[in-house]
């Protein structure tokens, strides 16, 4: 119960850290650029369960963010849809379009599941940014309305909108965690570990690995759909190759297969590359070779460096009366060598 | 008669891995399969756990047929495995690697997951009761909150056992269980093997240790080219001329 409290440490601390925030700091700019990272944390947070837990690396996640996006700001925008309801709809178009993603895809494995996933989500770019008559092309869309009220409770300041977009966060982080402390994560874990295996304990690895799919498209596309109406602008940009390549660096630097990753790794290169905005492009010097190293010397992210660290310890600390003997043993030797020498 | 193959055969391209190979495994007993290296002896576990479809023949198990049925779908009729390498997950405990063992006598699913339904708690236990069972089965309890990656070769072989008779099966194949470990711990394993048939479990498996063997199968196939040579008990396969010279060499007196 102890370790229990401990593990979960971290989440304590992060929800206090954000609820506390604004009133700590309450400078509209930090408050924007957190708002963000929240939301770039929820697509993470879907990516790291599919990458991470079920160990198939999907590159079209930029295209379900970006439907999810286009979801809510055709349906609220040129149908003047209630934002709730478009906000669930626009979350089920993505996943719907997950499904049949994931049907094909899911028969690939590895660098060919990478690479057709890498072209689906170009497609999807492509298509929104020529289909000029629904999605208004590189015009963008504009005047997508902000989150309609819910009672007495509103979402037009910057503070509500914070508020909210947190309580997503907090909402997708309690679902990861259970799913993967439960048999499904196991299932999918076991997927990760070995395919063959998995298969011949009786697991179905399509349908575990579709299933997947298909969550991880709706959290991309709930994180889409938030972006498009925080911002309230969007263009076919957020489709493009370089977002997932930023939201694959998110979960690599902070810890790919751990829950903790995505928050951590969000949280410091968006707060890195803002603080180091002077630099304009050249950031990404700084930004390649430190990558580059962590990749090579912590494969598991900051995170999972972490978790070894402590793991080392542990078996440090029970090993250590041993060693200690050890140590004396050798420095009798040693005496006695000097001795007979 | 628990298992049976007709006419079993599995060609790659031009090459014939398995070749019209009949065989019966014995219900209750320890069946073995050896052969030189190459013999087909793998693709022939493959082609019985449904991981590679047979290019003709069928495959029965009592009396059903499932040839052309998918692996996770013959390992929830009883049918069990395990691999010549470990595919454990070296960070998680013994205990947690265990646990999905008997995932597939479960049914609950991803919102019984996330809203922590009655039947999560009710499965997630049974498949950690489960785990614990089995653990104790192939004595490993004392290792069971190690993580896996720090355990030994032997006891990672144990493992492997045990993930394998979580799945509650009533046939297990072992594919060279004894590969690379020393000759005190082989034995271990062998009476571990013994002590499944004991519990009812039949035991079929690939193995090198022409000793062990002898001592351990009630009965013994033989491969060589893919092709069925020899089958019979121990004394019968020892005393068979075309055994030894597929062991020792065409040319070579016995």
């Known amino acids: 119960m102890v370790s229990l409290l401990r593990n979960r440490g971290w989440l304590i601390g992060f929800i206090a850290a954000g609820v506390l925030f604004p009133f700590v700091l309450p400078n509209a700019y930090f408050l924007h650029i957190l708002t963000l990272a929240f939301i770039w944390m929820i697509a993470v947070y879907g990516l790291n369960l599919l990458a991470g837990y079920t160990g198939y690396l999907s590159l079209a996640h930029a295209g379900f963010f970006a439907v999810g996006a286009y979801g809510l700001g055709l349906l609220t925008v040129k149908t003047g849809m209630n934002y709730w309801i478009a906000l669930l709809l626009a979350c089920v178009i993505t996943s719907a379009l997950g499904l049949v993603v994931g049907l094909v895809s899911l028969r690939t494995r590895e660098h060919f599941f990478a690479i057709y996933t890498l072209c689906v989500g170009y497609i999807i770019y492509l298509i929104i940014d020529k289909w000029d008559s629904l999605t208004g092309g590189v015009r963008g869309l504009i005047g997508i309305p902000e989150p309609s009220n819910i009672g007495p409770i509103s979402f037009q300041t910057p503070i509500s909108q914070y508020y909210l977009i947190f309580a997503f966060l907090l909402l997708t982080i309690l679902i990861m965690y259970r799913i993967v402390h439960s048999l499904t994560g196991r299932t999918f874990i076991a997927i990760r570990n070995s395919e063959d295996l998995a298969r011949t304990l009786g697991i179905s690895t399509m349908k575990n690995k579709l299933m997947v799919f298909v969550l991880t498209a709706f959290f991309a596309g709930l994180a889409g759909a938030l972006y498009a109406s925080f911002i309230r602008f969007i263009g076919p940009d957020i489709g493009y190759i370089t977002i997932i390549f930023d939201l694959l660096t998110y979960l690599l630097v902070g810890g790919i297969g751990t829950l903790a990753g995505p928050i951590v790794g969000t949280f410091l290169i968006v707060a890195l590359s803002q603080s180091l905005q002077f630099l304009q492009d050249y950031r990404m010097l700084i930004f390649g070779p430190l990558l580059t190293l962590l990749i090579i010397f912590y494969p598991r992210g900051i995170v999972g460096a972490y978790h070894d660290w402590r793991l080392k310890r542990k078996d440090a600390q029970r090993t250590r009366p041993q060693k200690e003997q050890e140590y004396f043993e050798t420095e009798e030797e040693t005496e006695k060598q000097v001795k007979e020498g | ?254």
């Open chain 2, 1 to 254: 008669m628990l298992m049976e193959t007709k006419k079993l055969t599995k060609r790659f391209g031009g090459l014939t891995a398995v070749n019209d190979v009949d065989f019966t495994i014995e219900k209750g007993k320890i069946n073995a399969i050896i052969g030189p290296n190459g013999a087909g002896k793998s693709t022939f576990f493959n082609l019985l756990s449904g991981t590679y479809i047979p290019s003709e023949g069928q495959v029965f198990y009592k009396g059903q047929d499932i040839t052309k049925r998918p692996p996770d779908k013959i390992a929830r009729l009883g049918v069990a495995r395990t691999f010549q390498t470990n595919h454990l997950f070296e960070e998680s405990t013994v205990l947690d690697n265990v646990i999905v063992g008997h995932r597939l006598r479960t049914s609950s699913n991803l919102w019984d997951a996330v809203f922590r339904t009655r039947r999560f708690k009710f499965e997630e236990k049974k498949c950690r009761d489960k785990a614990m069972e089995v653990l104790d089965f192939v004595e490993l309890t004392h290792v069971m909150d190690e993580p896996a990656g720090s355990i030994t070769q032997e006891e990672k072989k144990r493992v492997a056992f045990a993930l394998a008779l979580a799945t509650d099966p009533e046939v297990v194949f072992l594919d060279e269980p004894t590969a690379g470990i020393n000759p005190g711990e082989t034995e271990g394993l062998a009476s571990l093997m013994e002590k499944m048939v004991q519990r009812g479990i039949t035991v079929c498996l690939i193995e090198h240790k022409m000793k062990m063997i002898m001592k351990l199968a009630d009965k013994i196939m033989v491969l060589n080219y893919g092709e069925k040579i020899a089958e019979g008990t121990s004394e019968e396969i020892m005393n068979n001329q075309a055994v030894i010279e597929a062991y020792l060499g065409g040319g070579a007196s016995a």
